[in-house]
């Protein structure tokens, strides 16, 4: 390899095969590409093409996939399809290539929908089980866990919880309409 020497502030381009040495750090801004070829760092490993570890913590395991889809730790964070224009952000939150317009945000929110539309579900275990329902504004931990209606608004921790089959609700606060059937 190549041994670079620098002392320069600003861009650093460097050729293949070129090689960073010394005792101190490298600090940037950013850091592009998925670190591939990264060796002989105090402290940071490359453990294949695909992931990145630095001080023994592994930071992603294919970092981004040709399906839009980012992990870290081996667990999926970023879901985005362009195709039916949904995000997914959180471990296991939503499922991006089944219906249309949805956003997810935390973990396993929406995550068992299938064909439901326009959905709007924030907060951990939020609209777990809105497989088919449109139209919802979901927001809070286990908010509308177990609903399946359309059309719902739920907001606060377990509103809504267990509402199976109910469509156009509003339930603001705290275990607001829990197990509300209608």
């Known amino acids: 390899a190549t041994k670079s020497t620098f002392t320069s502030l600003g861009a650093l381009t460097m050729a293949a095969n070129a090689a960073i040495t010394g005792t101190s750090s490298v600090t940037a801004s950013a850091f592009f590409g998925n670190g591939a070829a990264l060796?002989?760092?105090?402290?940071?490993?490359?453990?294949?093409?695909?992931?990145?570890?630095?001080?023994?913590?592994?930071?992603?395991?294919?970092?981004?996939?040709?399906?839009?889809?980012?992990?870290?730790?081996?667990?999926?964070?970023?879901?985005?399809?362009?195709?039916?224009e949904q995000t997914a952000v959180g471990a296991g939150a939503g499922n991006v290539d089944a219906g249309s317009y949805n956003t997810f945000v935390g973990r396993l929110a929406g995550d068992n929908v299938t064909?439901?539309?326009?959905?709007?579900?924030?907060?951990?275990?939020?609209?777990?089980d809105v497989v088919t329902g449109s139209?919802?504004?979901?927001?809070?931990?286990?908010?509308?866990?177990?609903?399946?209606?359309?059309?719902?608004?739920?907001?606060?921790?377990?509103?809504?919880?267990?509402g199976v089959g109910i469509n156009r609700n509003v339930a603001i606060g705290y275990d607001a309409g829990r197990g509300y059937t209608g």
């Open 39 to 84: 060796t002989g760092i105090a402290g940071m490993t490359n453990t294949s093409p695909s992931s990145f570890t630095v001080f023994g913590a592994l930071l992603a395991t294919d970092t981004i996939r040709t399906n839009n889809v980012f992990d870290i730790g081996g667990n999926t964070v970023l879901k985005v399809s362009v195709v039916t």
């Open 115 to 128: 064909s439901g539309n326009s959905n709007t579900i924030m907060g951990a275990r939020a609209g777990d």
């Open 135 to 162: 139209d919802n504004n979901i927001f809070g931990n286990f908010a509308y866990f177990n609903g399946t209606g359309s059309e719902n608004i739920a907001q606060g921790s377990n509103a809504l919880l267990d």
